[in-house]
């Protein structure tokens, strides 16, 4: 069992690292949040008030953190706190570029690194069946694996360091895109007097089958464990989908790939979220688009 360094015990940080404390590592967390550490303290983990303090000793250090400004400025700190040869790992959903200047920062310490960001949300979290998209070295991968499988119940390397994060965004923008896909194709349903049952029974045994329409429903009824029984409470937010697909423009324009439709999905959901609806699960986007509607 690993001496592991939890930062970021946020709304998915803090399950993890509960999930790696029940899997008999010894796991001390540090957060800015002095709540988000005492919360992850019930659970096992060592509270730490500083990051020196979190990675004194640690064989293996885990960030899951907002976005990329803060994993870069967490990496960066550890360039003066860890020995060679420590394992780091981010968990967190950032961009490329950033991901791979934190591959960077862990070369220059001799360290071995790994961008692993995660699907599965916060119950998948707390559940401990995440699937991590793993980026880096074969043998950071061998070292790493053991580590993430006490959090994930799928572990899958990308390839070279970067690889994780360019497979969640291009997952998510799909996901975006299929999304509205099936929003719209309700609404439509709707205004031709088909009900939800009947497009949702041809539609999930036909060519339109995908996630967005057989696990998550956008509306009520066909699918009872769905956000849209649950007054659209997430689930995902919104405004993380948003996140994901800004990520996803920004690595299409700097690597000049043609995504029009995933341009088209992140224009809809900075509108969702713009109207006040960010903290709404990212299925409630259907009420936008009949609001849009005509007649
Ligand atoms: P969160 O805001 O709940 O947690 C982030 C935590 O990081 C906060 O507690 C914050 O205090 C802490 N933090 C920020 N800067 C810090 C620093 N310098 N040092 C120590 N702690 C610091 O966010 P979350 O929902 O846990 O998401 C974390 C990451 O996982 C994000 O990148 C997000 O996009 C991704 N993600 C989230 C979900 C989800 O459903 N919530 C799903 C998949 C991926």
Known sequence: MSKIAFVGLGNMGGPMAANLVKAGHEVRGFDLSETSVKAAAETGVKASGALAEAVSDAECVITMLPKGQHVTAVWTDLTTLIPEGTLVID???IDVENARK???L????????LDAPVSGGTGGAAAGTLTFMVGGSEKAFALGKPILEAMGKKIVHCGDAGAGQAAKICNNMILGISMIGVCEAFGLAEKLGLSHQALFDVASTSSGQCWSLTTYCPVPGPVPTSPANNDYKPGFAAALMLKDLT???EAAKQSGAATPLGAHAAELYAEFEKTGHGADDFSAIIQMLRGKASG
């Open 102 to 104: 934190a591959h960077e």
């Open 247 to 249: 990520l996803s423009q």
């Open 106 to 113: 862990a070369d220059v310490m001799n360290c071995i690194s």
């Open 91 to 93: 968990c967190s959903t």
